[in-house]
């Protein structure tokens, strides 16, 4: 059985939100994307993903953060990962997404911090 009861934390910033995952993304996405959901109805101009607090991924996790920098982009704003742990950024990097969800080599952090 899949459980997923770690949050997501979202914090105002000038013109958007900055959103930290506090925890895995496993199968059960539909926490998360009444969460993206929000967000998306609010229609930021920023979004600074933080995936500092994240170590783990699944392949419908990937789904989802796809799905969620669409819709931001597709209501005019903008998605920028700024904190990823680093096997987070190898799964992103093996699924050719980590350009998509704007991540460079400065948005790296030790694991668990």
Not at 11 to 35: F, K, M, R, Y
Not at 86 to 106: E, H, N, R, S
């Amino acid at each position: 059985m899949d459980v997923q009861n770690d949050p997501i934390v979202i914090t105002q910033i000038p013109d958007g939100v900055h959103v930290a995952i506090l925890g895995s993304i496993h199968t059960n996405v539909a926490w998360l994307e009444s969460e993206f959901a929000k967000i998306i109805a609010a229609k930021p101009k920023r979004v600074e993903l933080d995936l500092a607090k994240m170590s783990f991924v699944s392949s419908m996790g990937l789904g989802v953060l796809v799905s969620f920098r669409n819709a931001i982009i597709a209501g005019g704003g903008e998605l920028k990962t700024v904190a990823i742990q680093q096997p987070v950024l190898k799964v992103l990097k093996f699924a050719y997404l980590q350009g998509l969800l704007k991540v460079d080599a400065t948005t790296v952090v030790v694991s668990g911090h």
